[in-house]
């Protein structure tokens, strides 16, 4: 019995042994035959390499080897694919202006005496010697004759956007498409500049406020101030910053119009913005005396400069380091940010109200005595002075334009004559110039904008015309290409409440500008 029973089970381990075997069997698995290999590569395609488990070195290798060439690989893949759309993006601008030269060359001589290789040079020389142009233009170091151009307006100021209060600031993206303006009610409202539709910012919670950035409401304050002063749009169209009584430096998000960041540091308003042209940088004045850097695209404080004795009024800067400053000290100051230093012109006898930038060493600014200067970096005094700039039509020269209707009514209200003639209403509140340009203009209270040729090698301004609005004009800029000026007006003046036209329509005004 003992014989049998060792005879089964030496039968049955022989059993378990043969299944075990041909359970873990490498050739009769199948998934060593060579028809499912086949199948497999099918699966992953002919192109991919499937690397052997013999080669420990593909599984276990370095992962700092594999991450670097992955890496690199990618890199190497974006910026080719970049500088490729660059090249394209060249290729296609060099291609148009080169057509438009050719039908031009064309049309003018049929029967040219040179051949067509000369041809093909002198075109090139003609593209070449248009794009320095242009970047010189776009740098500041060459000026643009647009004013001489300027055909006598035959038509007068339009309404385009309406505010229930005065509006205090206008401003336009860098396509000149879309503008931003803001009241004393604290309204902020971008529209388009062809049709006039608008959308209106909402301004956050105060709890929202906190969250970005703003501190408590000082002295009698309760809850923060929407009153809004100043305005200014970042070169990208990315970012909106807006500032007021509330102290603080707004930053908004020009597409969706929702709020960002709110920078606290300011101790008064903030009367004026301005953003470094093709940069994140942002300037802000303050009645507080200072002036403030901040990092837009950074969210961050950068620097203060100090130097004014009383409330910094304008503000307003190029694409060079600078800023120029105006204040109720009755100095303009010339700011280097990089140096850390700064440049003082003193007034040679009133208050400056406004300032703005022609080119990097000349500026104008405007005086409450109704004066315009010429400035100069290199000297210390004004190269020219136009007096009574916005007082009657012959003391200064000035052509009045067609723009006014019957009696002096105008689109946004009634011109009272008695304006005309009030000095108390005919201070410099407002200049601008068209970018790069011999072009500039200012506006006062007394219902006029006038328009300004600048005269090369700082010999001063010359009048040109006369554009009748009724209001006080707190804010202007030009196009960039200098097909139409805008104008913010408001029955007060954008920093007080001393003067009031009541038959005046707030809001902003778009007049077109024909070139010949």
């Known amino acids: ?82 500088a490729e759309k660059r090249k394209r993006v060249a290729e296609a601008f060099l291609h148009s202006v080169r057509e438009s030269k050719r039908k031009e060359e064309e049309e003018r001589e049929s029967g040219d005496e040179y051949d067509r290789e000369d041809r093909e040079a002198m075109r ?12 010189m233009e776009e740098s500041g170091r060459v000026r643009r004759t647009i004013a001489s151009r300027i055909q006598k307006p035959t038509e007068g100021f339009r309404l385009l956007v309406k505010h229930r209060q005065s509006v205090t600031a206008v401003t336009l993206s860098e396509d000149d498409l879309k503008g931003f303006s803001s009241s004393k009610d604290g309204t902020i409202v971008s529209w388009d500049v062809d049709s006039g539709k608008t959308e209106k910012y909402a301004w956050p919670t105060d709890e929202a406020l906190k969250s970005h950035g703003a501190k408590d409401p000082q002295g009698r304050a309760t809850k923060h101030s929407k009153h809004v002063l100043a305005l200014a749009v970042s070169s990208d169209g990315r970012y909106l910053a807006s500032g007021g009584l509330d102290r603080h430096v707004h930053l908004w998000d020009a597409r969706t119009r929702q709020h960002i960041k709110a920078f606290p540091g300011h101790k008064g308003p903030v009367s004026c913005l301005t953003f470094r042209q093709g940069s994140s940088e942002l300037f802000s004045g303050s009645f507080d005396r200072s002036i403030k850097i901040w990092n837009v695209e950074d969210r961050a404080y950068v620097n203060t400069l100090f130097g004014h004795q009383s409330e910094v009024l304008t503000i307003d800067s190029l694409r060079k380091e600078r800023v120029l400053t105006v204040g109720r000290d009755r100095t303009m100051h010339l700011w280097k940010v990089p140096e850390e230093s700064q440049l003082i012109f003193r007034a040679p006898a009133t208050s400056l109200e406004c300032c703005c930038f022609i080119n990097n060493d000349e500026f104008l600014s405007g005086s409450d005595d109704g004066s315009i200067e010429h400035w100069n970096a290199i000297r210390k005094k004004p190269v020219h002075i136009v007096k009574n700039a916005h007082a009657s039509l012959q003391s200064v020269g000035i052509e009045q334009s067609n723009g006014t209707l019957s009696n002096g009514h105008m689109e946004n209200g009634t011109v009272n004559p008695q304006c005309r003639s009030s000095s108390a209403l005919s201070w410099v509140s407002a200049l601008t110039v068209c970018r790069n340009s011999d072009l500039a203009a200012s506006g006062a209270g007394n219902g006029s904008v006038r328009l300004w040729t600048i005269e090369s090698e700082s010999k001063g301004i010359r009048p040109l015309f006369e554009l009748p609005v009724a209001g006080f004009i707190n804010s202007l800029i030009f196009s960039k290409s200098g097909k139409f000026l805008v104008a913010g007006v408001g029955q007060e003046p954008r920093l007080g409440r001393w003067g009031r036209i009541a038959d005046v329509r707030s809001g902003v005004l778009v007049h077109p500008l024909k070139h010949s």
């Open 1 to 82: 019995m003992k014989t049998k029973n060792l005879k089964k089970k030496k039968a049955s381990a022989q059993n378990n042994t043969q299944k075990g075997k041909k359970r873990f069997s490498v050739e009769k698995d199948p998934f060593f035959h060579e028809d499912n290999d086949l199948k497999r590569r099918k699966r992953f395609g002919d192109d991919e390499d499937i690397e052997s488990s013999d080669d420990s070195e593909g599984i276990y290798g370095s992962d700092d080897d594999g991450v670097d060439r992955n890496e690199e690989k990618d890199e190497e893949e974006v910026e080719e694919t970049a």
């Open 124 to 135: 090139d020389s003609l593209v070449a010697d248009m794009l320095q142009q242009e970047q």
